[in-house]
């Protein structure tokens, strides 16, 4: 028995070395479209500079544990919306028309994206930037195809955080004219926050 | 391997001659006709599951095999609760299961509580799947996996109302097995602990997310493209209902069925369910005496099925 119980405490112990809250952020998609050429709110190329070091650095800081990485990603973009947190032009975008959630991820798109993005990156970073893009949709896929939601609305929403978090991720290895081009429809169906109730 | 190599390579196993006695829990109409070895092409990778599934479906059936006589599932109920919230007295977890004998009845399924847990705990009582709390609470509380169904009640964020897990993933994460439910989706409550109105009160996110843990999809899966929720007898569903808009719509092309609002697969509000179809029962039936076969000794003891799994996978 006691065995047992040894291997169990080890095994959660293992499991619970992890990030809380991994492989989703509905602010990556605030990301995507501040990047935009016609991005409501200025980002210093500064900014961007810094969003691909900090994104690159939690890629390259180990492991292979895809959700613990991808709680380092995640950090580094709310990091990047942090030092925007203040702007009156950021806050009215949240508010407004103009803000608008991934509802659905084109695979394919997101496959040529990803692939574009890993092109200039090391290799060991291409492998963990494609390895927590894989996680995030198999786990938004296992979740949608498993759950029961209260309502197709919170279904989006929920999935949304992970479409989000991938669409960041790869927008962060895009060269700034490539990035400029990109809007969050290329990766896919997008909804309003306001009909997706983002509050 | 993690889940999706290990789905991709069973995506790839090809179908083998797999003949051998007919066990006490079949019914085997003649002899079996024996499989034709097939060549694998190139799978595709997703949707990669349901592909292994409708081999299972179709090995299943080419071998005559139907599962007979019943199964019963020892229920191991976790009750996470923080403070008052969350707590669930006998009165409802009894309703419930109540409720799963009525709807599960048909596939020869019977639920029998085995064991009932308090646990208090804020960081559980409020997870989402897929996060470290989730993992860390079945991997504390999840018990005898392969021969129970455990149910671990909460109050999980994010508009969820439930989530399981299927039975062909049982073999790479056994430890996450079985089924999560919000506590207010019980039947029977005292006072409501959450917004009203609650249409979900009426114990159907437990019979909706044990319809997972037995292998079905929702009825909406795949929306209007075949091969939807591989259940002929379910119309094609655009999408999700809500509320319970019965004879309403219809938006398949080529499908002259409503949608099957009322069927315990969809997301309709639990007064509006009402039942699974016969195809669904059928396929309960394969799914749980094939991937979850240690739940019964007869299916356990199969040397068929044995052959079977060893053919396909």
Redesign the interface.
């Known amino acids: 028995m006691r065995p047992i119980l040894l291997l169990?405490a080890g095994?959660?112990l293992s499991?619970?070395a992890?990030?809380?809250?991994?492989?989703k952020h509905l602010g990556g998609c605030d990301i995507v479209a501040l990047a935009a050429k016609n991005s409501p709110v200025a980002v210093s190329p500064e900014l961007w500079l810094d969003y691909r070091e900090a994104t690159e650095a939690a890629l390259a800081s180990g492991g292979s544990d895809p959700?613990a990485l991808s709680a380092r990603v995640v950090q580094a973009q709310m990091d990047f919306l942090a030092a925007l947190g203040g702007s009156a032009a950021y806050q009215d975008y949240l508010a407004g028309d103009s803000c608008h959630l991934l509802s659905k991820l084109n695979?394919s798109a997101v496959d040529v994206l990803l692939a574009e993005a890993t092109s200039s990156m090391s290799e060991p970073a291409a492998q963990a930037l494609g390895a927590i893009v894989?996680a995030a949709r198999?786990?938004i896929?296992?979740?949608e195809?498993?759950?029961?939601?209260?309502?197709?609305?919170?279904?989006t929403?929920?999935a949304a955080q992970y479409y989000c978090f991938i669409a960041a991720a790869i927008v962060a290895f895009l060269p700034p004219e490539r990035r400029a081009e990109i809007a969050l429809e290329d990766f896919g169906e997008t909804v309003s926050c306001k009909d997706a109730g983002r509050t | 391997m993690n889940?999706?190599e290990f789905l991709m390579s069973s995506a790839c196993a090809c179908l083998a001659t797999a003949t051998a006695k007919v066990g006490a829990v079949f019914a085997q109409d003649t002899a079996p006709a024996p499989l034709k070895l097939t060549r694998c092409g190139t799978p595709l990778p997703?949707p990669a599951e349901k592909i292994q599934a409708r081999r299972v479906v179709t090995a299943l059936r080419a071998n005559r095999v139907n599962f007979r006589g019943k199964t019963v599932i020892p229920v191991r109920f976790h009750i996470i609760h923080e403070g008052q919230r969350g707590y669930l007295p006998n009165r409802q977890i009894k309703a419930q299961m109540a409720l799963l004998n009525r709807a599960y009845a048909p596939a020869s399924l019977e639920f029998k509580v085995a064991d009932v847990n308090l646990h208090e705990n804020s960081?559980w009582f409020r997870h989402?799947?897929?996060?470290?709390?989730e993992?860390?609470m079945k991997?504390?509380l999840g018990k005898d996996t392969a021969t129970s169904l455990n149910i671990y009640t909460a109050e999980p964020a994010?508009?969820?109302?439930?989530?399981?897990?299927?039975p062909w993933w049982y073999r790479e994460t056994p430890?996450l097995d079985g089924v999560v439910i919000h506590h207010a989706s019980l039947p029977k409550a005292a006072r409501p602990w959450v917004e009203q109105p609650w249409p979900?009160n009426l114990g159907m996110?437990a019979v909706?997310?044990v319809g997972?843990w037995c292998g079905l999809?929702?009825t909406f899966?795949g929306g209007c493209e075949a091969p939807g929720d591989d259940v002929e007898d379910t119309a094609y569903e655009e999408?999700?209902a809500?509320g319970c808009p019965l004879n309403q719509r219809s938006n398949c092309p080529g499908e002259t069925r409503f949608d099957p609002v009322e069927n315990y697969m969809d997301?309709s509000d639990d007064a509006c369910m009402k039942h699974f179809t016969p195809v669904q029962y059928q396929r309960i039936k394969d799914m749980v005496g094939y991937y979850r076969y240690q739940l019964n000794p007869l299916t356990q003891r199969s040397s068929l099925l044995a052959q079977i799994r060893s053919s396909i996978e």
Request: glycine share 8%; no cysteine; net charge positive.
């Open positions: 169990l095994l959660a499991f619970s992890g990030p809380a809250h991994a492989l959700r695979a894989q198999t786990q896929d296992n979740i195809r498993s759950a029961r939601f209260r309502s197709n609305r919170d279904k929403l929920f | 889940r999706r997703t960081a989402q799947p897929g996060t470290d709390e993992i860390e991997n504390a994010g508009g969820l109302l439930g989530y399981a897990t299927f430890q979900f996110t909706h997310e997972h999809y929702h899966q999408n999700a809500s997301y």
